[in-house]
Every structure is written in structure tokens, then in C-alpha cells.
């Protein structure tokens, strides 16, 4: 009998025995006739600010993440927190800058860059601090976050995984760059034959049936590896063969037409999940999140925005962000409301009413209250950093400081959402307000290291301690093109 159906029949075991251990706290925490939302926390894998229907692409047909929009609401200025992977699943699970913790710091993660290197289990963590609370918790898609035997989604508080562990795989073979098998049920290897982003809609399919069949809230964290590379749809299990004699990283890979299959057969997926939450009756109390881990690659759409993934121009940092919640929230509305990966944690904990770690307080802000009433905005200050030293940015309101290696930049990114109008000279206060707001805000970050050497941190070390950073005046020049190459993970 194939490998699937026997641990799907263990999950629906497992699911129904944690329903009966923990009823009683639930009660006494809630009551009888609380009915705490269940979250479905949908990411894709390096999607585009406009690569759905919703957000403007015209030749990509998404009607199931188009219908979480009608039913709820779509964000217009929504980030990443980073421009690459690990660094902002760090921002997602803990609620905070990635910066203050080693794992946040590099990229790619995998056992050759970064050795010993992951989240510390120690860690609160959004799953982790449901699960106290009586959810059940579990994990259907990519990690990347570190590697067995000490990191992993059921050390950082998932009852349940089944996905990569790694930033990569084929979708047939399912390995890795270092061309290992690489997909997982809970802490066990598994082999098993099919397309990974419908394997990956499958089970979560059936873990909705089983949490359906507990009684029991839930959080279930759908991280698809879609449509990051190697470029393969549907159907090209032939793409797939050639991978396995020559390179992962498919530098010469994909076309327009197998990224749009990608992303198409994910939004299949997607309405299954919305099918399986229907049929269950727990649609109307379920808050759906659909969002992306970072901007766009070689293929994506995100108009009308510059930059693609690595970089910390609007496009490799403005991402899709929609979420649904009928029972609650209005629909079919739009809000200018800034917002970023780490606001997640806080705004689902709230939304389950549940209080976040004194120990970890969060950097994110509680997004419940925009979400509410979508005309109400707030402003925000938001920092990032990538590779070391060579790229800074920091928007407070609508202005936004940007440095790429030797070139440094003011932008109005309402006005100017492409960046190309530098304001630095014309407006000298405003760009010395931003550096130095950046500066003093990278002084509590853990230090800029060179990725090429992890020998000065260790995996469970916090931001307790200056940055080191370097002053001095810059050349202005425009910014570079995005990469050709696929970039990181």
C-alpha cells in the first residue's frame, strides 16, 4: 500500500487523540462555545507583487486566490521581510527582524555555508505558542530553517510536517541541489511519486480532514515551494530528467509559459484547500493568509515595481498579501496599510486571542485593526539589510533610503514606485534622517558578517550587541539590473 495512505491514517489517529488531551484546558481557557478561528497560512515560494490575477497579471488565470480577495482583504503595500528565503520564514515564525538571530543571517542555508546553524528550538514561535494554546499545529511545505538532528518544524512547535527541509527541490525527484532525497514526513524520509505542489495540496487536504474530525482549532502552514525554480509544470517529468544529469539551479531553465503552468496548478491546489474547509463547514470561521516569501525571480511580474529576488528595490521586497476571514472581516476591499512578514505573528496571535512571549516581544505590529477597517492606516518604519554590508534600505512613510554597494538613493516610492527619480540631492534632511534612523536601528541587530564564515556565532545567538557598520560618502549612480541568474533560495 503506498506510503501516503498509511500516514494519513496515522494523522487521523494522532489528530483525534490530541483533541481528547487537551479538551479540557481549551474549556477552561475559552469556554464551551468559543469558536477560535482556524488559520490557513498560505506562502508561495518567490512569487511577484502582480503575478495573480487579483494584483494585475493578465495572462495567469488564479481564480481561487482571486476568490480569497473577493471574499476578504488585499493588501497594496505589503513586504517581505527580506529579499530571500531563510531570512524571511525567521521574520514569520518569530515575529521579529531576522537580524536578531543567526540563522536570519544567511543565505542560503544549507550544511556547507552554515554549519550548526538554525531557529533554536528554544524560540517562541508563532506555531509554537498556538499549540499552548490548544491548536493543533502543522506544517505542510518547506522548511528551511535548519537541519535535523537540532532544527526542524517539530522542534520549533508543529505536531506535524510533511514537506523539504532544504530551500530547493525537483518537483519529480524531489532532491535537492546536493542531488539528496528531500522530502519528509515528520522526521522520516519518504518516497513517494507525483508532482510536488499536488502532493503538497493532497496533504493538506487531508489535514483538514483531520483536524475536522478532532474538533480541534488549527493552524496549518501551506508553504509551497511554487513557482521557485527549477522551472517544471506539469508534464515535465522530461525537464525533470535532464535536472538530474546537469544542475539544480537551472541556470538555463524555464520559459514564460511553464512559469504561468507553475503558478496555475498551485492556485488548483489552493481550491482544493478551499474545497476541503467548505465541505467541513469551517470556511466561514477560517482566517486564509495567501502571501509570498520574497519578490519575484527570473520570470515574475512586479509591475510596477523595479528589482527582482536578493535585491531591496520595491520589487524584490513588495509582495502579494491577502487575507480572508468571513466570519469576520469585510469583503472584497483593498488597504494602503504598510505591512511586512513579521506583522503576521502578532496579527493571527490576536486574532486566536492568544498573548504573545514577554520573553520575544514581537517587531511586527497587530494587523487585526486595519484588517477590520481597511481605510484605517498607521505609519510605519521598516529596515532591512542583505549580503553584509552591500545593500540597506529603510522606508518611514512614504520615503524610502536605499544603498547598493557604493550607490545610495531617496525615493518617494508612492510617487516614484519604480525608483528612478533620486531625491538625496534635493531633499539632504530627509535622506540624513533616514541613514541615520537605519543606522540606529542596525545597532541592535546581531553584527554584518561575511557569509563565507559562520566561525563567530552560533545557531541560538540573539541581537544583544552593536552592529558593525561603515561610514562615509557614496557615488550616486542608478541601480544595477536584477540578476539573470536565479538568486539564492
Wanted: glycine letters at 10%; charged letters at 25%; hydrophobic letters at 35%.
Amino acid at each position: 500500500m503506498p506510503a501516503h495512505r498509511l500516514t494519513r491514517r496515522a494523522w487521523l489517529r494522532g489528530a483525534a487523540a490530541g483533541s481528547v488531551a487537551l479538551a479540557s484546558g481549551v474549556d477552561r481557557l475559552f469556554g464551551q462555545d468559543a469558536r477560535r478561528p482556524n488559520i490557513v497560512f498560505i506562502l508561495a515560494d518567490d512569487l511577484g507583487y502582480a503575478d495573480v490575477a487579483c494584483y494585475g497579471r493578465p495572462d495567469i488565470s488564479t481564480p481561487n486566490v482571486d476568490r480569497l480577495a473577493a471574499s476578504g482583504v488585499r493588501f497594496l503595500q505589503a513586504y517581505a521581510n527580506s529579499a530571500v528565503c531563510t531570512a524571511t520564514r525567521t521574520a514569520l515564525i518569530t515575529g521579529r527582524y531576522q537580524y536578531r538571530y543567526r540563522v536570519g543571517l544567511e543565505e542560503p542555508l544549507n550544511g556547507q555555508s552554515a554549519p550548526g546553524v538554525g531557529l533554536s528550538p528554544k524560540q517562541p514561535t508563532l506555531p509554537s505558542l498556538l499549540k499552548k494554546a490548544g491548536y493543533g499545529t502543522a506544517l505542510v511545505g518547506k522548511w528551511h530553517l535548519g537541519s535535523l538532528p537540532d532544527y526542524g518544524p517539530l522542534q520549533s512547535g508543529y505536531e506535524h510536517f510533511y514537506g523539504l527541509r532544504g530551500g530547493a527541490v525537483d518537483y519529480y525527484s524531489h532532491r535537492g541541489p546536493n542531488q539528496k532525497d528531500d522530502l519528509w514526513d515528520d522526521d522520516v524520509a519518504v518516497h513517494q511519486v507525483g508532482y510536488l505542489t499536488d502532493l503538497l495540496g493532497a496533504r493538506a487536504v487531508d489535514v483538514i480532514d483531520g483536524y475536522a474530525k478532532s474538533n480541534r482549532p488549527f493552524l496549518l502552514s501551506l508553504h509551497f515551494n511554487a513557482p521557485h525554480w527549477p522551472w517544471e509544470a506539469p508534464g515535465d517529468e522530461a525537464e525533470s530528467e535532464r535536472i538530474k544529469a546537469t544542475n539544480l539551479f537551472h541556470y538555463d531553465g524555464g520559459t514564460q509559459k511553464t512559469y504561468q503552468r507553475m503558478i496555475a496548478q498551485m492556485d488548483l491546489q489552493i481550491g482544493r484547500v478551499l474545497a476541503a474547509l467548505d465541505a467541513h463547514r469551517m470556511l466561514e470561521n477560517t482566517i486564509v493568509v495567501f502571501t509570498s516569501d520574497n519578490g519575484g525571480e527570473r520570470f515574475a511580474d512586479t509591475w510596477p515595481f523595479t528589482g527582482r529576488k536578493t535585491e531591496l528595490l520595491e520589487g524584490g521586497l513588495r509582495i502579494p498579501a491577502i487575507v480572508s476571514w468571513p466570519a469576520r472581516l469585510p469583503k472584497g476591499r483593498t488597504t494602503d496599510q504598510v505591512a511586512i512578514s513579521m506583522d503576521w505573528l502578532p496579527t493571527l496571535l490576536a486574532a486566536a486571542g492568544v498573548a504573545v512571549d514577554g520573553s520575544s516581544p514581537p517587531d511586527g505590529v497587530d494587523l487585526l485593526p486595519h484588517l477590520l477597517d481597511p481605510a484605517r492606516v498607521s505609519p510605519r518604519a521598516l529596515f532591512w539589510r542583505y549580503k553584509g554590508n552591500a545593500q540597506r534600505a529603510a522606508r518611514i512613510g512614504d520615503d524610502k533610503y536605499l544603498k547598493i554597494l557604493d550607490n545610495t538613493f531617496l525615493f518617494n516610492v508612492a510617487d516614484d514606485p519604480m525608483e528612478r527619480a533620486n531625491l538625496k540631492a534635493r531633499r539632504p534632511d530627509v535622506y540624513a534622517k533616514l541613514e541615520a534612523a537605519w543606522l540606529g536601528w542596525n545597532e541592535q541587530m546581531l553584527p554584518e558578517v561575511d557569509e563565507s564564515s559562520t566561525d563567530n556565532l552560533t545557531g541560538d545567538e540573539t541581537a544583544d550587541r552593536p552592529g558593525a557598520v561603515s561610514h562615509g560618502r557614496k557615488a550616486d549612480n542608478p541601480p544595477k539590473k536584477p540578476p539573470t541568474k536565479p538568486g539564492g533560495f
